[in-house]
């Protein structure tokens, strides 16, 4: 089964604190990704990466930053945390199907900014 | 913009009864429908998807309805059940984007 590993399942921090989210995936794949999940909002793209150290901005990148060193890990950081991204953060690995990119997500990290 | 519109945002429904989430879409050129469900806890994995060529596509229980012309698809969940119960997600892409664009989800709950 494919596994994607998000490193904490809650975190609370300061407002003005850099934050790191990390995410492993254990299959190879060459895209991953980092949503956030806000109630009524679904779930909205941040950024996303294709291969290592190469990325693109989803819909939402204003205050965020990304890394991808290895294959197997992205990290999200938040330059300076603000209360605004307290949220539900998803990340995902995904590979190409006949019909489409099928994507597996981790369970998410709830940040709370305070 | 949202470029997938969702609704309802919650749906309750009968055990044995049938659930129906719909979704719309404003970008001519998305060719890749997929459902993700999501259970409290856990992250959204794959149901079921389509792809514009076909009008229906069907896995068990669960059957996926697109208009092409309408630019709406939505998901009919059969016999539903109380183990059914979670956040279903619509989402759609286009060839050569690798990112999915995600509805805002609906909350179903299925009475026992």
């Known amino acids: 089964d494919v596994k994607v590993t998000q490193s904490s399942r809650y975190l609370v921090k300061r407002t003005g604190e850099k934050v790191f989210l990390e995410c492993v995936q254990d299959m190879d794949h060459e895209n991953m990704f980092w949503y956030r999940q806000d109630p009524g909002l679904g779930l909205r793209l941040i950024y996303f990466s294709y291969d290592v150290k190469m990325k693109e901005k989803g819909d939402i990148p204003e205050g965020y930053s990304v890394s991808r060193e290895k294959k197997e890990r992205f990290s999200l950081i938040l330059e300076s945390a603000s209360t605004n991204q307290t949220s539900m953060y998803l990340c995902a690995s995904s590979f190409l199907t006949g019909g489409g990119e099928k994507l597996f997500f981790g369970s998410g990290t709830q940040l709370s900014v305070l | 913009q949202q470029q997938v519109k969702q609704s309802p945002q919650s749906l309750i429904v009968q055990k044995g009864g049938i659930s129906i989430i719909n979704c719309a879409y404003e970008?001519?050129?998305?060719?890749?429908f997929p459902w993700y469900q999501q259970f409290p806890g856990k992250g959204p994995a794959l149901l079921i998807a389509i792809r514009p060529d076909v009008s229906e596509k069907k896995e068990g229980r669960f059957t996926i309805s697109f208009n092409k012309s309408a630019k709406q698809f939505s998901l009919h969940i059969m016999d539903s059940q109380p183990g059914d119960s979670a956040t279903y997600f619509c989402a759609a892409s286009r060839t050569g984007r690798r990112a999915l664009t995600f509805g805002s989800g609906t909350r179903l709950q299925v009475q026992p």
């Open positions: 970008n001519t050129a998305f060719d890749y």
